[in-house]
Structures are given as C-alpha cells and as structure tokens.
C-alpha cells in the first residue's frame, strides 16, 4: 500500500515532492516508512533457554533520535495537507468541495471527536483551519456541500456550531 502511494505521487507531479520525500522508501532512514517498519517490526527481544533476553533485530533509532525525526514530520504536517488540498482543487475537484465544506466538519470530525482523544482532534481541527485561510474558505460558517442533498439546514447549522465550538474549546 505504501509503495502504491508513492508510485502514484511519483506520477502526479512534481509540485508533490515534499510529500514523496517525507513518506520514503523502506530503505531511506528517517522517513515515515521507514519509521513506521521500525515501530512495528523492531527491536525484537529473543528469550533463550538460559533464561537471558537477546536482542536479535535492529536496532536503527535511538529514542531521543527517533523522537526529533518525528517532532520534524509532525512539523510538516500542515503543509503538507495544504499541498494535497490544493492538488485535489486542481484535479478533483468534487473531493476538493467536499473537504472544504461545512458536511465534512460535521461528519468526519464528528466521528473523530467520538472515537480519538482531544488532543487528536484538536491538532486535525488546527490542520483543517489551516487549509481553510490557505484556500480563502470561511471555516466559521457551515457551508453545505454543493453536490450533497440537504433536508433539515438549520438542524446541520445547530450541529457544525456544536462541534466548532467544541474544537475551539479543546484547543484553548
């Protein structure tokens, strides 16, 4: 799957780059993949029969190492959501829309705030403004997608003012 993902970035273009060097290859130290195999793969411990712990896999990151290439990433984050909106808005348009309208706050963060701590969906929520001041895009008021069919708007309304509220108070 990952592999598939930076093929296709590979294929559309260079103004995708930053996004393709930070998601990497397996064998490139420090980028997401590569971190992502050591946290799931390494170090293993090996208990032998005289009762004594080996480590028998590699080791490649220290802790304190580990953790500044991943304060980096997570520094990048919201541009390189920017860069991938902006891209939907030059290709796909319908997906662009619907990111940048008041249904996906209510639907996709309304499931985030339920099922992921605060803490998650407060750094998503920053994210999402973010993208929203980079694209001009008025994140305060609910904006219903242009391609959705709506039948009770001022219940939608209520709702969206009920989970911005709720973000902007776990993020204070």
Request: aromatic content about 12%.
């Amino acid at each position: 799957m990952h592999a598939d993902m930076t093929n296709f970035l590979e294929k559309e273009g260079p103004e995708l780059a930053e996004i393709r060097s930070v998601l990497g290859a397996r064998a490139r130290r420090g980028t997401l993949m590569d971190m992502r195999e050591f946290v799931s793969y390494a170090p293993r411990m090996l208990h032998n029969a005289f009762g004594q712990n080996l480590l028998y896999s590699g080791c490649q990151y220290q802790a304190a190492d580990f953790r500044a290439r991943l304060e980096e990433h997570l520094r990048k984050l919201d541009g390189l959501f920017c860069h991938a909106v902006a891209w939907l808005g030059m290709a796909y348009n319908e997906i662009y829309s619907r990111i940048l309208s008041g249904d996906f706050v209510l639907f996709e963060f309304g499931e985030l705030c339920a099922y992921h701590p605060p803490s998650v969906a407060t750094k998503a929520f920053e994210i999402y403004r973010f993208i929203c001041h980079q694209e001009k895009k008025d994140w305060q008021n609910w904006r219903a997608d242009p391609r959705a069919w709506h039948t009770h708007e001022e219940e939608q309304r209520r709702r969206y003012r009920e989970i911005i509220s709720s973000l902007e108070e776990s993020s204070e």
